[in-house]
């Protein structure tokens, strides 16, 4: 049994992974819509396997993309391909009344739904093709940071696809992550700590970073990726902890524990994303005051919280944490949130140098605030935390 289920992640790790690149995932999806547009139910997983093994695409997705011709959208689907296949071979379309349905043959339906499958997949396909291109598609400075995003990514197919297409989308729709690993703004050595880690996926792009620059293809444009003695993940939910450790096993350690009472090592750098807000102002500042206390003298805390004084945009991110909350079943969750200034002097009552940089994107009023703390002839005690 264990030789099976070895046997199987594999199988499904190569179609979770087969006819990666934009062409490749763009040709998939389109090809897959046209297929699910033809009549020819209960042949579509069939037809999937056979054209994207002859043309090296990605079965998986072939076959997801064909379920456009789901329960739901199928009736819908099927009428209006008899209607264009009756346009396209006769000019004209099928009265809907009981009295014609019944006087024509099923045979007359049957080729205009399959001439109008045709018409109208080819369509569909197009659509499809358009917007999946828009989405994966890498400008010529913007491929080497979506190779990173793609190896780092594939860590997470032995988890699960929902985890996987989630880690794709993260990596590359966050601006959070290509700031934070391309701008210079981590310093190198010592301990990472990621609080709140969640899957690990700023830890894994870390990861993919440094074996990029050993492997010589870190582009030159940018800084040097930062490297660490060790990396640590905190992350409360035991259940993306344990993705977290499968996916980054032997790079990082990842403890699935509150890291507000979880007695900390030394860290040089501090990632701290999106956690802030979840608790309240008086924990917040103790938080704070905990990984002043634990970061060494000239270390960085990188936070990125949003702007509660920015008005619809910061509604925006509101809608988009509750969206997110739901859906993890903690919906009734309470946030937090502060204004920029707010946050400026929370982090400045500590003892740090505050740099405030835009990390939105869209209508997203995120902000990115990296905190440095002192260097060791520059230490000064820090003030009492304020509730």
Known sequence: MP????HLRRLF???????AGTARE???VALGVFIGCLPLYGLHLAICWVVGFLLGLNRLKMYVAANVSNPFVAPWLVFAEVQVGAWVRRGSLHPVTREYIAATGIKVFGMDAL???VVVGAALAFVAAWGTYSLVRAKGEDRPFAELVRRASDRYVGTSITAWEFARGKLRMDPIYRATLTRGVLPSGGTLLDVGCGQGLAIALLVEARIAADQGTWPSAWPQPPRYDEMIGVELRHKVATMARIALEGEATIIDADVRTLPLAAARAVLLFDVLQLIAPAEQEALIAHLAERLEP????VVREADAAAGWRFAAVHLGNRVKLAASGHWRHPFHPRTLEEWRACFARHGFQVDVRPMGKGPFA????RLTAPAASESAPRSAPAA
């Open 115 to 117: 001439v109008g499958g």
């Open 26 to 28: 763009t040709a998939a």
């Open 366 to 369: 995120n902000v990115m605030f």
């Open 3 to 6: 030789a099976v289920s070895v």
């Open 13 to 19: 790790r190569g179609l979770r992974t087969e006819g």
């Open 298 to 301: 000239g270390g960085t805390i």
